[in-house]
Protein backbone atom coordinates (compact mmCIF):
# COMPACT_ATOMS: atom_id res chain seq x y z
CA UNK A 1 0.00 0.00 0.00
CA UNK A 2 1.13 3.54 -0.98
CA UNK A 3 2.73 5.50 2.53
CA UNK A 4 0.09 8.32 3.33
CA UNK A 5 1.62 11.60 2.20
CA UNK A 6 3.42 13.63 5.72
CA UNK A 7 3.82 17.17 5.60
CA UNK A 8 7.28 18.30 6.41
CA UNK A 9 6.33 19.93 9.75
CA UNK A 10 5.28 16.33 11.28
CA UNK A 11 9.43 14.49 10.46
CA UNK A 12 10.11 14.48 14.16
CA UNK A 13 7.25 12.05 15.03
CA UNK A 14 8.41 9.70 12.52
CA UNK A 15 12.22 9.74 13.01
CA UNK A 16 13.80 6.77 11.68
CA UNK A 17 10.91 5.37 9.74
CA UNK A 18 9.83 5.76 6.06
CA UNK A 19 7.85 8.79 5.08
CA UNK A 20 6.44 10.18 1.52
CA UNK A 21 6.55 14.07 1.13
CA UNK A 22 5.12 15.90 -1.32
CA UNK A 23 6.04 19.69 -2.37
CA UNK A 24 8.87 21.77 -4.42
CA UNK A 25 12.04 22.07 -5.10
CA UNK A 26 12.72 25.31 -3.28
CA UNK A 27 16.25 24.76 -3.81
CA UNK A 28 18.95 21.95 -5.17
CA UNK A 29 22.51 21.38 -4.94
CA UNK A 30 24.91 18.46 -7.21
CA UNK A 31 27.94 17.63 -5.28
CA UNK A 32 28.75 14.73 -8.04
CA UNK A 33 28.12 11.52 -6.15
CA UNK A 34 25.56 13.32 -3.97
CA UNK A 35 22.20 15.51 -4.51
CA UNK A 36 20.45 17.76 -2.15
CA UNK A 37 16.75 19.01 -2.78
CA UNK A 38 15.27 21.36 -0.46
CA UNK A 39 11.37 20.69 -0.36
CA UNK A 40 9.24 23.02 0.38
CA UNK A 41 5.66 22.12 0.93
CA UNK A 42 2.81 24.41 2.65
CA UNK A 43 4.28 23.69 6.39
CA UNK A 44 7.88 24.27 6.12
CA UNK A 45 10.99 23.39 4.13
CA UNK A 46 12.80 19.79 4.35
CA UNK A 47 16.38 18.85 3.46
CA UNK A 48 16.01 15.21 1.46
CA UNK A 49 19.72 13.87 0.23
CA UNK A 50 20.78 11.00 -1.94
CA UNK A 51 22.48 10.04 -4.79
CA UNK A 52 22.15 9.06 -8.31
CA UNK A 53 18.90 11.35 -8.69
CA UNK A 54 18.91 13.69 -11.62
CA UNK A 55 17.57 17.12 -10.26
CA UNK A 56 14.68 19.21 -12.09
CA UNK A 57 14.99 22.55 -12.29
CA UNK A 58 13.96 24.60 -8.96
CA UNK A 59 9.64 25.37 -8.37
CA UNK A 60 9.16 21.72 -10.19
CA UNK A 61 6.62 19.83 -8.08
CA UNK A 62 8.28 16.34 -6.27
CA UNK A 63 7.87 13.29 -4.78
CA UNK A 64 9.98 12.04 -2.74
CA UNK A 65 10.02 8.77 -0.14
CA UNK A 66 13.24 8.03 2.56
CA UNK A 67 13.97 7.44 5.69
CA UNK A 68 13.51 10.15 7.83
CA UNK A 69 17.19 10.95 10.23
CA UNK A 70 17.71 13.63 12.76
CA UNK A 71 20.45 16.16 11.25
CA UNK A 72 21.40 18.88 13.85
CA UNK A 73 22.11 21.16 10.89
CA UNK A 74 19.29 20.71 8.60
CA UNK A 75 16.10 22.91 8.54
CA UNK A 76 13.69 21.91 11.17
CA UNK A 77 16.33 19.38 12.45
CA UNK A 78 15.59 16.50 10.55
CA UNK A 79 16.31 15.11 7.01
CA UNK A 80 14.81 12.84 4.55
CA UNK A 81 17.45 9.93 2.89
CA UNK A 82 16.07 9.75 -0.44
CA UNK A 83 14.61 5.92 -1.98
CA UNK A 84 12.79 6.95 -4.36
CA UNK A 85 12.33 10.63 -5.83
CA UNK A 86 9.37 11.25 -8.68
CA UNK A 87 9.24 14.36 -10.71
CA UNK A 88 5.47 15.17 -10.59
CA UNK A 89 5.34 18.03 -12.64
CA UNK A 90 8.20 19.64 -14.18
CA UNK A 91 8.91 23.30 -14.45
CA UNK A 92 9.73 24.26 -17.92
CA UNK A 93 12.22 26.67 -17.28
CA UNK A 94 14.07 28.69 -14.68
CA UNK A 95 11.83 30.62 -12.20
CA UNK A 96 12.31 34.38 -12.57
CA UNK A 97 12.88 34.86 -9.28
CA UNK A 98 14.97 32.81 -7.10
CA UNK A 99 12.53 32.02 -4.32
CA UNK A 100 14.89 31.53 -1.61
CA UNK A 101 16.51 34.51 -2.09
CA UNK A 102 13.81 36.94 -1.96
CA UNK A 103 13.51 39.57 0.73
CA UNK A 104 11.01 42.23 0.13
CA UNK A 105 12.92 45.17 0.47
CA UNK A 106 14.93 43.67 -2.80
CA UNK A 107 13.63 44.96 -6.09
CA UNK A 108 10.13 45.25 -4.97
CA UNK A 109 8.71 46.29 -8.61
CA UNK A 110 10.45 42.59 -9.86
CA UNK A 111 8.51 41.13 -7.49
CA UNK A 112 5.67 42.57 -7.80
CA UNK A 113 6.01 41.93 -11.50
CA UNK A 114 6.72 37.89 -10.97
CA UNK A 115 3.87 37.60 -8.39
CA UNK A 116 2.94 34.47 -9.50
CA UNK A 117 5.86 32.83 -8.04
CA UNK A 118 7.13 35.50 -5.96
CA UNK A 119 3.79 34.53 -3.27
CA UNK A 120 5.45 31.10 -3.14
CA UNK A 121 8.60 32.74 -0.89
CA UNK A 122 8.60 31.74 2.84
CA UNK A 123 8.10 35.47 3.78
CA UNK A 124 5.48 36.66 1.30
CA UNK A 125 3.87 33.59 1.79
CA UNK A 126 4.44 33.87 5.89
CA UNK A 127 2.23 37.13 5.47
CA UNK A 128 -0.84 35.57 3.70
CA UNK A 129 -0.72 32.86 5.76
CA UNK A 130 -0.71 35.41 9.08
CA UNK A 131 -3.37 37.41 7.67
CA UNK A 132 -5.69 34.07 7.12
CA UNK A 133 -5.59 33.53 10.52
CA UNK A 134 -6.14 37.08 11.69
CA UNK A 135 -9.50 36.48 9.17
CA UNK A 136 -10.36 33.46 10.57
CA UNK A 137 -10.13 34.43 14.57
CA UNK A 138 -12.32 37.98 13.38
CA UNK A 139 -14.95 35.24 11.99
CA UNK A 140 -14.75 32.98 14.90
CA UNK A 141 -15.08 35.54 17.33
CA UNK A 142 -17.88 37.17 16.40
CA UNK A 143 -19.91 34.01 15.57
CA UNK A 144 -19.32 33.67 19.22
CA UNK A 145 -20.78 36.79 20.05
CA UNK A 146 -23.89 36.30 18.37
CA UNK A 147 -22.88 38.03 14.98
CA UNK A 148 -24.04 37.01 11.55
CA UNK A 149 -21.78 37.10 7.91
CA UNK A 150 -23.79 39.12 5.17
CA UNK A 151 -22.13 39.82 2.04
CA UNK A 152 -23.09 42.82 0.29
CA UNK A 153 -22.64 44.26 -3.36
CA UNK A 154 -20.05 45.79 -4.42
CA UNK A 155 -21.61 47.88 -7.62
CA UNK A 156 -22.82 50.69 -6.10
CA UNK A 157 -24.95 53.71 -7.31
CA UNK A 158 -23.33 55.84 -4.78
CA UNK A 159 -20.03 56.06 -2.66
CA UNK A 160 -20.42 55.44 1.14
CA UNK A 161 -17.55 57.42 2.57
CA UNK A 162 -17.72 61.00 0.12
CA UNK A 163 -14.70 62.07 -1.40
CA UNK A 164 -13.33 61.92 -4.62
CA UNK A 165 -12.03 58.55 -4.32
CA UNK A 166 -14.75 56.34 -6.11
CA UNK A 167 -13.62 53.96 -9.25
CA UNK A 168 -16.38 54.98 -12.01
CA UNK A 169 -17.78 51.87 -13.72
CA UNK A 170 -20.40 51.75 -16.60
CA UNK A 171 -23.43 49.76 -15.81
CA UNK A 172 -25.51 48.81 -18.88
CA UNK A 173 -25.21 52.75 -19.69
CA UNK A 174 -25.92 54.09 -16.23
CA UNK A 175 -23.25 55.43 -14.10
CA UNK A 176 -22.46 53.27 -11.18
CA UNK A 177 -19.51 52.63 -8.79
CA UNK A 178 -17.33 50.02 -6.90
CA UNK A 179 -17.74 49.83 -3.23
CA UNK A 180 -15.46 52.09 -0.86
CA UNK A 181 -17.18 50.77 2.09
CA UNK A 182 -19.93 48.16 2.80
CA UNK A 183 -21.10 50.70 5.44
CA UNK A 184 -24.73 51.51 4.06
CA UNK A 185 -25.60 48.47 3.85
CA UNK A 186 -23.94 46.80 6.87
CA UNK A 187 -26.08 49.74 8.94
CA UNK A 188 -29.24 48.32 6.95
CA UNK A 189 -28.32 44.78 7.91
CA UNK A 190 -28.67 45.76 11.53
CA UNK A 191 -32.13 46.14 10.98
CA UNK A 192 -32.26 42.06 10.01
CA UNK A 193 -29.50 40.62 12.02
CA UNK A 194 -28.44 43.10 14.27
CA UNK A 195 -25.06 41.70 14.60
CA UNK A 196 -23.40 41.70 11.63
CA UNK A 197 -20.33 41.23 9.60
CA UNK A 198 -18.68 41.28 6.59
CA UNK A 199 -14.83 40.47 5.22
CA UNK A 200 -14.50 41.46 1.63
CA UNK A 201 -12.65 43.66 -0.59
CA UNK A 202 -13.49 47.20 -1.29
CA UNK A 203 -12.20 49.69 -3.44
CA UNK A 204 -10.61 53.56 -3.17
CA UNK A 205 -9.24 55.18 -6.07
CA UNK A 206 -6.49 56.59 -4.42
CA UNK A 207 -4.32 58.52 -6.98
CA UNK A 208 -1.15 58.97 -5.22
CA UNK A 209 1.06 55.89 -4.22
CA UNK A 210 2.17 55.64 -0.48
CA UNK A 211 2.81 52.45 1.63
CA UNK A 212 -0.45 52.44 3.43
CA UNK A 213 -2.97 52.76 0.27
CA UNK A 214 -4.31 49.85 -1.61
CA UNK A 215 -6.63 50.83 -4.90
CA UNK A 216 -8.34 47.51 -3.57
CA UNK A 217 -8.14 46.35 0.18
CA UNK A 218 -9.98 43.67 2.78
CA UNK A 219 -11.91 45.13 4.79
CA UNK A 220 -12.95 43.42 8.14
CA UNK A 221 -16.17 45.42 9.09
CA UNK A 222 -18.49 44.77 11.70
CA UNK A 223 -21.84 46.39 12.96
CA UNK A 224 -23.88 45.85 15.83
CA UNK A 225 -26.97 47.30 16.98
CA UNK A 226 -28.94 48.63 20.54
CA UNK A 227 -25.33 49.82 22.13
CA UNK A 228 -25.26 52.40 24.51
CA UNK A 229 -22.61 53.98 23.18
CA UNK A 230 -19.37 53.95 20.48
CA UNK A 231 -17.60 52.21 23.59
CA UNK A 232 -19.41 49.60 23.20
CA UNK A 233 -17.97 49.15 19.80
CA UNK A 234 -14.60 49.85 21.58
CA UNK A 235 -14.90 47.49 23.75
CA UNK A 236 -16.07 44.83 20.94
CA UNK A 237 -12.99 45.59 19.03
CA UNK A 238 -11.05 45.39 21.81
CA UNK A 239 -12.07 41.67 22.57
CA UNK A 240 -11.91 40.95 18.62
CA UNK A 241 -7.87 42.11 18.56
CA UNK A 242 -7.27 40.32 21.85
CA UNK A 243 -8.90 36.98 20.00
CA UNK A 244 -6.84 37.94 16.47
CA UNK A 245 -3.54 38.11 18.90
CA UNK A 246 -4.12 34.71 21.24
CA UNK A 247 -5.10 32.95 17.37
CA UNK A 248 -1.78 34.44 16.20
CA UNK A 249 0.14 33.16 18.73
CA UNK A 250 -1.21 29.52 18.22
CA UNK A 251 -1.16 29.10 14.66
CA UNK A 252 1.75 31.70 13.42
CA UNK A 253 5.07 31.41 15.61
CA UNK A 254 6.75 30.03 13.02
CA UNK A 255 6.03 32.86 10.82
CA UNK A 256 6.52 35.79 13.36
CA UNK A 257 10.23 33.97 13.76
CA UNK A 258 11.00 33.81 10.63
CA UNK A 259 10.39 37.63 9.81
CA UNK A 260 12.00 38.69 13.40
CA UNK A 261 8.03 40.31 14.43
CA UNK A 262 6.55 40.16 17.73
CA UNK A 263 2.78 39.27 19.10
CA UNK A 264 1.54 42.27 20.51
CA UNK A 265 -0.23 42.14 23.77
CA UNK A 266 -3.64 43.32 23.78
CA UNK A 267 -4.48 45.65 26.75
CA UNK A 268 -7.42 44.79 28.12
CA UNK A 269 -8.46 48.32 27.85
CA UNK A 270 -6.50 49.96 25.28
CA UNK A 271 -6.04 53.90 25.72
CA UNK A 272 -8.37 55.87 24.97
CA UNK A 273 -7.96 60.10 24.24
CA UNK A 274 -10.05 62.41 22.74
CA UNK A 275 -8.62 63.71 19.17
CA UNK A 276 -8.16 67.27 20.28
CA UNK A 277 -6.41 65.97 23.50
CA UNK A 278 -4.17 63.67 20.86
CA UNK A 279 -3.45 66.70 18.91
CA UNK A 280 -2.30 68.91 21.48
CA UNK A 281 -0.43 66.06 23.59
CA UNK A 282 1.56 65.45 20.25
CA UNK A 283 2.52 69.26 20.27
CA UNK A 284 3.74 69.87 23.41
CA UNK A 285 5.18 66.43 23.37
CA UNK A 286 7.12 66.29 20.68
CA UNK A 287 6.93 69.78 19.18
CA UNK A 288 5.01 68.88 16.12
CA UNK A 289 2.74 71.48 14.67
CA UNK A 290 -0.72 68.91 13.56
CA UNK A 291 -1.72 69.87 10.27
CA UNK A 292 -5.33 69.45 9.12
CA UNK A 293 -8.62 68.72 11.14
CA UNK A 294 -7.50 64.76 11.97
CA UNK A 295 -3.94 63.65 12.68
CA UNK A 296 -1.08 63.35 9.72
CA UNK A 297 1.15 60.23 9.24
CA UNK A 298 3.71 61.95 11.60
CA UNK A 299 0.96 62.43 14.28
CA UNK A 300 -0.16 59.35 14.35
CA UNK A 301 3.46 57.86 14.99
CA UNK A 302 4.49 60.36 17.81
CA UNK A 303 1.16 59.56 19.74
CA UNK A 304 1.67 55.69 19.28
CA UNK A 305 5.51 56.07 20.53
CA UNK A 306 3.88 57.83 23.72
CA UNK A 307 1.32 54.94 24.85
CA UNK A 308 4.32 52.42 23.94
CA UNK A 309 6.81 54.22 25.91
CA UNK A 310 4.22 55.50 28.94
CA UNK A 311 1.34 52.66 29.14
CA UNK A 312 3.50 49.70 27.62
CA UNK A 313 0.56 49.75 24.72
CA UNK A 314 0.91 49.26 20.52
CA UNK A 315 -2.87 50.66 20.38
CA UNK A 316 -4.75 53.55 21.15
CA UNK A 317 -8.20 54.62 20.67
CA UNK A 318 -8.72 57.97 18.99
CA UNK A 319 -12.12 59.71 20.23
CA UNK A 320 -14.82 61.72 19.89
CA UNK A 321 -13.89 62.95 15.97
CA UNK A 322 -14.68 66.97 14.49
CA UNK A 323 -17.74 66.55 12.58
CA UNK A 324 -15.22 68.09 9.78
CA UNK A 325 -13.45 65.32 9.93
CA UNK A 326 -16.11 62.39 9.67
CA UNK A 327 -18.37 61.58 7.20
CA UNK A 328 -22.99 62.32 6.99
CA UNK A 329 -23.52 59.18 8.79
CA UNK A 330 -21.48 60.04 11.95
CA UNK A 331 -23.60 60.22 15.00
CA UNK A 332 -22.80 63.72 17.00
CA UNK A 333 -21.66 63.75 20.38
CA UNK A 334 -23.81 64.05 23.10
CA UNK A 335 -23.11 66.50 25.63
CA UNK A 336 -23.73 66.03 29.61
CA UNK A 337 -26.86 67.87 29.33
CA UNK A 338 -28.96 65.53 26.39
CA UNK A 339 -28.07 68.29 23.56
CA UNK A 340 -26.05 67.32 20.54
CA UNK A 341 -22.55 68.79 20.05
CA UNK A 342 -22.51 70.47 16.63
CA UNK A 343 -18.78 70.13 15.98
CA UNK A 344 -17.84 66.67 17.93
CA UNK A 345 -19.00 63.69 16.66
CA UNK A 346 -19.19 59.89 18.42
CA UNK A 347 -16.36 58.45 16.02
CA UNK A 348 -13.12 56.68 16.05
CA UNK A 349 -9.74 55.57 14.97
CA UNK A 350 -7.37 53.09 15.97
CA UNK A 351 -4.20 53.91 15.60
CA UNK A 352 -1.53 50.97 15.94
CA UNK A 353 2.39 51.21 15.75
CA UNK A 354 2.31 54.24 14.40
CA UNK A 355 -0.34 54.21 11.85
CA UNK A 356 -4.00 53.87 11.70
CA UNK A 357 -5.80 50.39 10.96
CA UNK A 358 -9.44 51.65 11.98
CA UNK A 359 -12.27 54.00 11.79
CA UNK A 360 -15.56 53.62 13.49
CA UNK A 361 -17.99 54.84 15.80
CA UNK A 362 -21.89 55.32 16.63
CA UNK A 363 -23.76 56.30 13.00
CA UNK A 364 -27.11 58.43 13.28
CA UNK A 365 -30.77 56.17 13.36
CA UNK A 366 -32.64 58.76 13.52
CA UNK A 367 -34.54 59.73 10.35
CA UNK A 368 -34.67 63.39 11.11
CA UNK A 369 -31.74 63.49 12.18
CA UNK A 370 -30.25 61.61 9.05
CA UNK A 371 -32.33 63.82 6.44
CA UNK A 372 -30.06 67.10 8.33
CA UNK A 373 -27.03 65.61 7.93
CA UNK A 374 -27.23 64.51 4.24
CA UNK A 375 -28.51 68.20 3.28
CA UNK A 376 -25.44 69.44 5.64
CA UNK A 377 -22.86 68.06 3.62
CA UNK A 378 -24.25 68.83 0.30
CA UNK A 379 -25.54 65.50 -0.35
CA UNK A 380 -28.33 64.42 -3.27
CA UNK A 381 -30.93 62.99 -0.63
CA UNK A 382 -32.91 61.55 -3.85
CA UNK A 383 -30.15 59.80 -4.63
CA UNK A 384 -29.86 58.22 -0.67
CA UNK A 385 -33.33 56.90 -0.87
CA UNK A 386 -32.13 53.34 -1.14
CA UNK A 387 -30.40 53.80 2.26
CA UNK A 388 -32.30 56.73 4.54
CA UNK A 389 -35.87 54.81 4.26
CA UNK A 390 -34.66 52.21 6.46
CA UNK A 391 -34.24 54.94 9.24
CA UNK A 392 -38.20 55.36 9.11
CA UNK A 393 -38.71 51.93 10.02
CA UNK A 394 -37.03 51.62 13.66
CA UNK A 395 -33.37 51.37 13.71
CA UNK A 396 -31.94 50.91 17.00
CA UNK A 397 -28.45 52.76 17.73
CA UNK A 398 -26.06 51.57 16.46
CA UNK A 399 -22.32 52.16 15.46
CA UNK A 400 -19.35 49.77 13.85
CA UNK A 401 -16.18 49.65 12.75
CA UNK A 402 -13.44 48.80 10.06
CA UNK A 403 -10.14 47.34 10.40
CA UNK A 404 -7.86 47.47 7.30
CA UNK A 405 -6.34 43.77 6.64
CA UNK A 406 -3.29 44.69 4.74
CA UNK A 407 -2.23 47.48 7.14
CA UNK A 408 -2.66 44.96 10.20
CA UNK A 409 -1.12 42.32 9.00
CA UNK A 410 2.05 44.83 7.70
CA UNK A 411 2.43 46.41 11.38
CA UNK A 412 2.16 43.13 12.92
CA UNK A 413 5.39 41.88 10.71
CA UNK A 414 7.03 44.37 9.96
CA UNK A 415 6.40 44.77 6.38
CA UNK A 416 7.17 48.52 5.31
CA UNK A 417 4.38 48.32 2.56
CA UNK A 418 0.51 47.64 2.58
CA UNK A 419 1.69 45.98 -1.20
CA UNK A 420 3.28 42.94 0.29
CA UNK A 421 0.66 41.96 2.90
CA UNK A 422 -1.80 41.19 -0.12
CA UNK A 423 -1.53 38.36 -2.58
CA UNK A 424 -2.20 40.31 -5.81
CA UNK A 425 -1.73 43.95 -4.68
CA UNK A 426 -3.88 46.71 -7.09
CA UNK A 427 -2.42 50.25 -6.98
CA UNK A 428 -1.58 52.66 -9.41
CA UNK A 429 0.57 51.32 -11.85
CA UNK A 430 -0.79 47.54 -11.56
CA UNK A 431 -3.25 45.77 -12.66
CA UNK A 432 -1.57 42.32 -13.47
CA UNK A 433 -0.90 39.87 -12.32
P1 LIG B 1 -12.09 54.25 6.54
O1 LIG B 1 -12.29 54.91 5.23
O2 LIG B 1 -11.30 55.00 7.57
O3 LIG B 1 -13.50 53.94 7.23
O4 LIG B 1 -11.43 52.84 6.33
C1 LIG B 1 -11.30 51.92 7.39
C2 LIG B 1 -9.92 51.31 7.42
O5 LIG B 1 -9.59 50.74 6.18
C3 LIG B 1 -8.21 50.87 5.93
N1 LIG B 1 -8.00 51.62 4.69
C4 LIG B 1 -7.12 51.28 3.73
N2 LIG B 1 -6.23 50.28 3.65
C5 LIG B 1 -5.47 50.18 2.53
N3 LIG B 1 -5.57 51.03 1.50
C6 LIG B 1 -6.44 52.07 1.52
N4 LIG B 1 -6.55 52.90 0.48
C7 LIG B 1 -7.27 52.22 2.69
N5 LIG B 1 -8.23 53.11 3.05
C8 LIG B 1 -8.65 52.72 4.25
C9 LIG B 1 -7.61 51.59 7.11
C10 LIG B 1 -8.80 52.31 7.69
O6 LIG B 1 -8.65 52.56 9.06
N6 LIG B 1 -16.96 52.94 6.75
C11 LIG B 1 -15.78 53.28 7.55
C12 LIG B 1 -15.57 52.27 8.65
C13 LIG B 1 -16.61 52.28 9.74
O7 LIG B 1 -16.86 53.38 10.29
O8 LIG B 1 -17.18 51.21 10.06
C14 LIG B 1 -14.57 53.33 6.64
O9 LIG B 1 -14.53 52.80 5.57
O10 LIG B 1 -7.13 50.60 8.01
Redesign the pocket.
Known sequence: ARLPRTLTRNLSQFDGQTVRLQGFVHARRDLGGVQFVVLRDVSGITQCVGSGLSLPLPESSVEVVGKVKAHPKAPGGFEVQVETFTVITAAIEASPLEIPKMEWNVNPETMLDYRYVSVRGLRERAALKVQAELVFAFHSHLREQGFTEISTPKIVSAG??GGANLFKLDYFGEQAYLA??P?LYKQIMVGVFERVYEVAP?Y?A?EHATS????E?L?L???MGFIDSEEDVMNLENSVLTVMMERLKTTCAAEFALLGATIPEVPAHIPRIPLMEARALVTEKYGHAVGGKDLDPEAERLLCQHYAETEGSDFVFVTKYPRAAR?FYAHAEINADGSLSPDITR?F?LLFRGI??????QRIHDHAMLMDSIRAYKMNPEAMTGYSEVFKFGMPPHG?????A???TAKLLGIAN?RYARAFPRDRNRLTP
Request: avoid cysteine; aromatic fraction near 6%; glycine fraction near 14%.
Open positions: AEQSQVRERHLNYSDVEPGDEITSGGGFAIGERLV
